[in-house]
């Protein structure tokens, strides 16, 4: 068997040390819980995972969407104004919040100042 020199050995454990770290620096998770991402949908009523077709219209009135099922199980879903209730068959198995558009701002510019041909290409060599 071959001996590995002591400089080889360190450039060995420099690389591997310098391999784990450089993971550590770059990969970020950023969690955000469920119920953090709406906070001013938290209150919203929504169906429960079991209720039946007939009890979430019973419940919270004709859907604004219906799309029909796909895949084996057959999946479907209603949309209504704040949340989708996902379905399997008969059944609900899932409720979400529907993400709210937010209003957009516009930028207006107030003043524009007018630049000589020297002076961009000053700006450029900075």
Do not use: C
């Not at 590995?4 to 819980?33: C, G, H, N, R, W």
């Not at 019973?58 to 209504?80: L, R, V």
């Not at 207006?108 to 000053?122: A, G, N, P, S």
């Amino acid at each position: 068997m071959k001996k590995i020199s002591q400089y080889s050995a360190a450039l060995i454990a420099l690389s591997l040390m310098v391999l784990s770290y450089s993971q550590a620096l770059f990969a970020e998770d950023i969690k955000i819980p469920v119920g953090s991402q709406m906070p001013e949908l938290t209150d919203v009523a929504r169906p429960k995972t079991g209720m039946t077709r007939t009890a979430v219209k019973t419940q919270f009135g004709e859907p604004a969407k219906e799309n029909p099922a796909k895949g084996k199980p057959p999946i479907s879903s209603w949309e209504y104004a704040d949340f989708i209730v996902y379905f399997e068959s008969d059944y609900v198995i899932h409720s979400v919040l529907k993400p709210k558009q937010h209003a957009t701002t516009e930028t207006v510019i107030e003043e524009t100042v007018e630049m000589k041909e020297d002076e961009l290409k000053l700006k450029d060599k900075e």
